[in-house]
């Protein structure tokens, strides 16, 4: 499970940390600024199809076993991964150049939408009674060692290509690469051993909306700000930091790169005091922090010396790393066992897909309508203070379900 989340979540990072130079080639605009947004809207494309993936790979999760929808999502994404590397450019078929584009996005988007919780609770509900944060997060942490990855293979490719070659065709190795890995992960997953599905197949989606639509909306408004601040820190901030901050390509991928690795270590020193101090206490504390600090750490980041952008990436990859260390296994409890594949990938995926994944495309509009350099932070903010208020008076102890039908010693 963890194997595939670094494949599959390097390929869909990628898209992101070359956002810039595919806006050039595939969206063509006397405005950069509009061809930027045109990017990141392909790259919003794929987050909107979350929610139907979830359902889609949740229902698959729910009937025919866990490992069966993380086998069948993470070709998903191999597949159109290795075709983005050998897609013609605008210059070159025009306006199917785009369309294809986003296309492939889009599958990748139904892939990512029931692959990442259904690894979750693979994990969590195999894992033992007492360290069921710590077994979860390495979902999670997989995840994260992908961005990484895609990060780092940027930075490489960014530093040793020049800007010409790599806008000529530099930028295509990552995604040559990230569908070679992603395919090693489909035949990593076929081995995984099968478990006996739920009874979900008894209920239709409507009815699963239907009867657990309040666990669903609290699931999904607890990760809104999270999923918001995720996307902002480890994917927007590479855009941010190289457009508006002036710094270099390279830079800015190399200080994404180091918050991302700062990331990777705390996660599972996060988790393990999430499950002794308790995963909601954990949660609450992290994402208050996360509301008092967005705005002085943004504008932290808005400036023309490195250090102060690395200290703000640092000090929010590791309020990151304390909210995720208790939200993925308090996700996992919060939804009951025989609908947990399917209500938790429609409610995560409502969060990260149509908020967090739309973030860099609303933070480009902010700062294009409004002019103001910090305008992002007031996107996050809100987000985070509908997630931090739920979270307060919306999550008591009834809404807890038992992650495993038995202890596991």
Known sequence: AVVGNVMEWYDFAVYGYFAGILGKLFFPSSDPGLSLIASFGAFAAGFLMRPLGG?????????LGRQAAMSLSVLAMAIPTVLMALLPTY?????????????LRVIQ??????????????????????????????????????MLLGSGVGLVTASFMAPEALELWGWRIPFALGGLVALSGWWIRRRLPMEPPS?????????????????????????????????????????YIRNIDQFSESVALELNTLSMLI?????????????????????????????????????????????????????????????SGGMVALNVELIPREVRCTGLALAYNLAHGIFGGTTPLIAAWLLRTTGDPI????????TLVLSTTTLLFGVKDHHIHPISPEPKP
Request: aromatic share 12%; proline share 4%.
């Open 375 to 382: 305008a992002p932070a007031y996107w996050l903010l809100g």
């Open 109 to 146: 988007g139904l892939s990512v939408g029931g692959e990442y919780t259904s690894s979750l609770i693979y994990l969590a509900e195999n894992g033992p009674s007492h360290r069921k944060a710590f077994t979860a997060i390495w979902g999670s942490w997989g995840a994260v060692l992908g």
């Open 199 to 239: 009874h979900a197949e008894k209920s239709s989606i409507r009815d699963v909306i239907k009867n657990y639509r309040s666990h669903i909306a609290r699931v999904a408004l607890i990760n809104i700000g999270f999923g918001v601040a995720y996307y902002t820190v480890f994917v927007y901030a590479v855009t």
């Open 55 to 63: 359902i889609l790979f949740g229902r698959i999760g729910d009937s």
């Open 263 to 323: 990331l990777l270590l705390a996660l599972p020193l996060a988790a393990w005091v999430s499950d002794r101090i308790g995963r909601r206490k954990m949660v609450t504390i992290s994402m208050s922090l996360l509301v008092l600090g967005t705005i002085p750490l943004f504008g932290l980041i808005h400036s023309s010396v490195e250090s102060p952008v690395f200290l703000a990436e640092v000090l929010f990859a590791l309020l990151v790393a304390m909210t």
């Open 91 to 103: 210059d070159q078929i025009g306006i199917f150049a785009p369309i294809t584009l986003v296309g």
